[in-house]
């Protein structure tokens, strides 16, 4: 718990300081991945928000390792409490009443969800099959490159309404989701093997190439949608996508039963499906006060 806790601060925390770093950057775009990092990598702020991020992934690895999927998943919901309440403070971003509602719905998500543990008599699975993990993630990873492309080509639009960024947010968080599998495939197997014969399983595993394509495209993704939409919003919305994919589809695959109690499975699901609700009360087109946009696009050298 304390673990998963700490992922969620120090998540939230990176996600504002790197939006809170791309508001005075040039505008960035997929299309030019080496250009958007050249200009990421030249901002001390960014860097800052990219290593609370990494020591959240360092969290991560020891939640997996004590927690059932399902039930770190509805932990690290939480987070988008903290991340609204950061971007309100650091960012000026403001939330609309349905948003709030967003809020208070997560709170007793996290209620039902701490409730349904008991400690000792969750199964946390260790091993799930090589090609059952490709069967679920390739499409995956597939689905999310192809809704970004076809949100982009629609924001374009110079006619378009606003976007909150939940096209975005879904397809970023689809690929947040196998690297969720992948940071849970990569603590099975330190659990497992020891530290000392860890290496040689991770390279012979799925986990370390799909961590590494996860972690390219989902970087080069997800700062060109902070860029252009609130954090507020479109953090919540891949966290969702991301927890939703990972509690469902990771438990599946690594064998993890459900509590047997009818209480406490009631509350895991029920926890659960309320966590979806986050996802599906989030308005399309935003309403809010937008940022100043970012300085214009410098010419490619």
Not at 207 to 217: D, N, Q, R
Request: glycine letters at 8%; one cysteine or more; hydrophobic letters at 50%.
């Amino acid at each position: 718990m304390a673990a998963a806790l700490l992922a969620n601060t120090l998540y939230s925390l990176g996600f504002v300081l790197e939006k809170r770093a791309l508001t005075s950057l040039p505008e960035v775009t997929i299309r030019q991945p080496a250009r958007l990092l050249r200009l990421v990598l030249g901002s001390p702020l960014w860097i800052g928000g990219s290593l609370a991020l990494a020591a959240g992934f360092a969290a991560q690895l020891v939640v997996y390792r004590t927690l059932p999927i399902a039930a770190a998943q509805g932990i690290f919901v939480s987070g988008l409490v903290l991340l609204v309440l950061l971007s309100a403070r650091l960012l000026g971003e403001e939330t609309s009443g349905r948003e709030r509602y967003a809020l208070g719905a997560i709170l007793l998500a996290l209620l039902m969800v701490v409730l349904s543990l008991r400690e000792g008599s969750d199964t946390v699975g260790q091993d799930a099959p090589y090609p059952l993990i490709l069967l679920v993630c390739v499409p995956s990873l597939a689905a999310g490159v192809w809704l970004y492309a076809s949100a982009e080509r629609r924001t374009r639009n110079r006619h378009r309404r606003p976007t909150t960024g939940v096209e975005y947010g879904v397809a970023v968080g689809l690929l947040y989701g196998v690297s969720s599998l992948a940071i849970k495939g990569v603590s099975s197997r330190l659990t497992t093997h020891g530290t000392g014969g860890a290496a040689p399983a991770l390279l012979s595993s799925p986990y370390p190439y799909l961590l590494l394509f996860t972690g390219v495209f989902g970087l080069v993704m997800s700062q060109a949608a902070l860029q252009r939409c609130r954090a507020s919003l479109i953090v919540p919305v891949c966290t969702t996508v991301t927890s939703l994919f990972t509690a469902v589809l990771g438990t599946l695959s690594f064998g993890e039963a459900l509590p047997d109690e009818p209480l406490r499975l009631a509350l895991r699901v029920a926890g659960t499906a309320l966590a979806v609700a986050v996802l599906l009360t989030m308005p399309k087109h935003d309403t809010a006060p937008q940022p100043s946009p970012p300085a214009k696009e410098l010419a490619s050298p």
